[in-house]
């Protein structure tokens, strides 16, 4: 298992550019997330899913959209990259069950914005 | 509003010190607590928590849940620099979702 996978590593945007994130799990999870971390802060809630074709907001979601066609992908998308978006963001995939719903994480993406 | 709150936000330690992180929670239907440790990269995983006063243990590291005082403590016993890492605290809330809120985490130091 590869667990949870993301792309790219790293990336350097201009102001008003769009990109996509790329995050993948091959464990079979039903549910899944996108965080961002800024510096010394805890993780932010952008995005979740609890199954294909169904997504909701978290906490920041303003910026960002996501799509969840598939159970393994969850792309988030930039639209008009602004600096405040830069940051590191991780992708997270769980299980629904009850006592199972432990987060994984990818290896993050780490977005400058200028 | 669904809250973790994290301390110390940072602390600096020598190898073979004992440290306590706290992490204390303001959350609707309370599902579970998780505690994470995160180096250069993503975090990875510690600890579920979903019981009072049940104590887990892996290596040097424990943790135990105290409902009672929404609350949780994160032990490490004879710290190595290797120990050094940001440490999460999360909690799971009410919904059916997964989601998961985030203290700020601590940074723990552990000089030679």
């Known amino acids: 298992n590869a667990g949870v996978t993301q792309t790219p590593k790293f990336r350097i945007l201009k102001i008003g550019q769009s990109m996509t994130l790329q995050c993948a799990q091959d464990?079979?999870?039903?549910?899944m997330y996108w965080y961002r971390q800024d510096p010394g802060m805890g993780l932010k809630l952008i995005y979740y899913?609890?199954?294909?074709?169904?997504?909701d907001k978290g906490e920041v979601p303003n910026g960002y959209n996501v799509s969840r066609s598939t159970t393994e992908d969850f792309p988030l998308r930039l639209e008009l990259a602004a600096p405040s978006q830069t940051s590191v963001y991780f992708c997270?995939?769980?299980?629904?069950?009850?006592?199972?719903?432990?987060?994984?994480f990818g290896p993050g993406t780490r977005l400058l914005v200028l | 509003e669904d809250k973790v709150v994290q301390s110390p936000l940072s602390l600096v330690v020598h190898e073979g010190d004992t440290v306590t992180l706290n992490c204390s929670y303001e959350?609707?239907?309370?599902?579970?607590l998780l505690w994470y440790k995160q180096e250069k990269k993503a975090p990875t995983f510690l600890f579920m928590l979903?019981?009072?006063?049940i104590e887990k243990k892996s290596g040097r590291l424990s943790s135990i849940l105290d409902k009672k005082e929404l609350s949780s403590i994160l032990n490490i016993t004879a710290t190595q620099t290797g120990d050094s890492a940001i440490y999460l605290c999360?909690?799971?809330?009410?919904?059916?979702?997964?989601?998961?809120?985030f203290g700020q985490g601590t940074t723990l130091q552990v000089k030679p």
């Open positions: 979903t019981s009072s006063g």
């Open positions: 997270a995939s769980s299980y629904s069950d009850r006592g199972r719903e432990t987060q994984y």
């Open positions: 959350v609707t239907n309370f599902r579970s």
């Open positions: 899913s609890v199954g294909a074709g169904i997504t």
């Open positions: 464990m079979n999870h039903n549910y």
């Open positions: 999360a909690v799971h809330g009410s919904g059916n979702t997964g989601k998961l809120i």
